[in-house]
């Protein structure tokens, strides 16, 4: 089983919707990621938190909007979304420490979200 | 170009079949390679982790990476039916923090 738990797994919603995916780790990582998985498509980044600071932001549509209340929660508040951002959106943590052992990301298995 | 390149497949093997999975990289300043696992509508998980060139085990996985050429690859021994996701091969740079760079995966197929 994942230690990063991602909800809901599913989601359906329309344009005018506002809706949250959340993320929540136990293993004291201090980094913290969005990506965007289309199908048969490696996953993209969207959002980086460290130590609860976003850190980067891949030039994402403001229509997502992510937030990181504390280190074991991540959360990513949709809004006015098109039916393109349809996609697996997964949830991912790090030790955010240098060398190997940082590097190793962590994922949830995943929201998957479609937009009417 | 992309920065890296994966093979799509799908690569179809039998069950038993040695399976050979391969990504090419155009950046030299990548220092770590890690290959994931990724069954269908799940997250990826972590398979292997390598820094640099060399070789590292892990039971029935092999991965290799050759600097040089800028090549690497991942081994499965005795392939299972259970082996059947897509892999994905990632890097990072030294300076990058944990910012990866993502082939585009490779769908295996092990047939019984």
């Known amino acids: 089983d994942t230690e990063v738990t991602q909800t809901p797994k599913h989601l359906v919603m329309g344009m005018t919707n506002k809706k949250s995916l959340k993320c929540e780790q136990h293993?004291?990582?201090?980094?913290m990621y969005w990506y965007k998985q289309k199908a048969k498509k490696p996953p993209e980044l969207m959002f980086v938190?460290?130590?609860?600071?976003?850190?980067i932001n891949e030039s994402v549509p403001s229509r997502f909007s992510p937030e990181c209340p504390n280190s074991s929660l991540l959360n990513l508040h949709l809004h006015a979304l098109q039916p393109e951002d349809s996609a697996l959106y997964l949830c991912?943590?790090?030790?955010?420490?240098?060398?190997?052992?940082?590097?190793?990301?962590?994922f949830g298995e995943g929201s998957r979200l479609t937009v009417l | 170009q992309k920065e890296v390149e994966q093979d799509p497949g799908p690569l179809s093997v039998p069950e038993g079949a040695i399976v050979s999975l391969n990504c090419t990289y155009s950046n030299s300043a990548f220092q770590y390679f890690m290959w994931y696992r990724q069954y269908s509508r799940k997250g990826p998980e972590l398979l292997m982790y390598?820094?640099?060139?060399g070789n590292k085990e892990d039971g029935r996985f092999t991965a290799q990476v050759d600097k040089s050429s800028k090549y690497i690859s991942l081994f499965i021994r005795d392939s299972q039916p259970s082996d059947s996701a897509t892999y994905l091969c990632?890097?990072?740079?030294?300076?990058?923090?944990?910012?990866?760079?993502f082939g585009g995966g490779t769908r295996l197929m092990v047939k019984p």
């Open positions: 390598t820094y640099s060139s």
């Open positions: 990632a890097m990072s740079r030294y300076n990058a923090g944990n910012m990866l760079t």
């Open positions: 991912a943590s790090s030790q955010e420490r240098g060398g190997p052992v940082g590097r190793e990301l962590f």
């Open positions: 293993m004291g990582h201090r980094a």
């Open positions: 938190y460290s130590y609860e600071k976003l850190s």
